[in-house]
């Protein structure tokens, strides 16, 4: 079955960086792609990114552009989401869900607070 | 970039009677491949977002068939045929249509 595992829960300073890994397994990593939606506490969902695992090609928020990178590491099956200069705006939820267009499965989510 | 807006923010209902969402695009979601793609996700407490609807009306294996979408262009729908206490959470619709994509601001549903 696919399931995607996420790292686990982070806490960082203001200013710092942050990774966040999803590991694929249960389906051929290459044939899909993965997106990146994040939650601040008690908001909706937001679209952050996207990645072929195929051919690395990606995608991004506007908002989000220039501070968000996202990777693929095909020979692990993982991708990864980072995000530079953190600020308290990115104290969140974060997701990784299998395709672009209609992500289908889900990461069972990372928290990460940014704190002083 | 293309706004959703989803009505209404926030849906009281009762178990056994219908409920709809409405879901609103600024831009037309037909693709140039001549698809639709819209989709419905339902987030309960303490969850994981979870497809429930992809391409404006299919529904995902084990999704209730109480469950329906509907639509087309700008305009769309989810209807609950009749409630039950498992559907309280919260609905989102996105499209995948556009780059970059986006979610609606979502409604949440409670008895």
């Known amino acids: 079955q696919v399931q995607l595992v996420q790292s686990g829960a982070e806490v960082k300073k203001p200013g710092a960086s942050v990774k966040v890994s999803c590991t694929a397994s249960g389906y051929t990593f290459t044939t899909s792609s993965i997106t990146w939606v994040r939650q601040a506490p008690g908001q909706g969902l937001e679209w952050m990114g996207w990645?072929?695992?195929?051919?690395?090609?990606?995608n991004y928020a506007q908002k989000l552009q220039g501070r968000v990178t996202v990777t693929t590491d095909t020979s692990t099956s993982t991708a990864y989401m980072e995000v530079r200069s953190l600020t308290s705006d990115d104290t969140a939820v974060y997701y990784c869900?299998?395709?672009?267009?209609?992500?289908?499965?889900w990461g069972q989510g990372t928290l990460v607070t940014v704190s002083s | 970039d293309v706004v959703m807006t989803q009505s209404p923010l926030s849906l009281p209902v009762t178990l056994g009677q219908p409920a709809s969402i409405s879901c609103r695009s600024s831009q037309s979601l037909v693709d140039s491949d001549g698809n639709t793609y819209l989709n419905w996700f339902q987030q309960r407490p303490g969850q994981s977002p979870r497809r429930l609807i992809y391409k404006v009306s299919n529904r995902d294996s084990g999704v209730p068939d109480r469950f329906s979408g509907s639509g087309s262009g700008t305009d769309f729908t989810l209807k609950i045929s009749r409630v039950e206490a498992e559907d309280v959470g919260a609905y989102y619709c996105m499209q995948g249509t556009h780059w970059p994509l986006s979610f609606g601001g979502g409604t949440n549903v409670e008895i």
């Open positions: 869900a299998r395709g672009g267009r209609g992500p289908d499965y």
């Open positions: 990645i072929s695992a195929y051919d690395g090609n990606t």
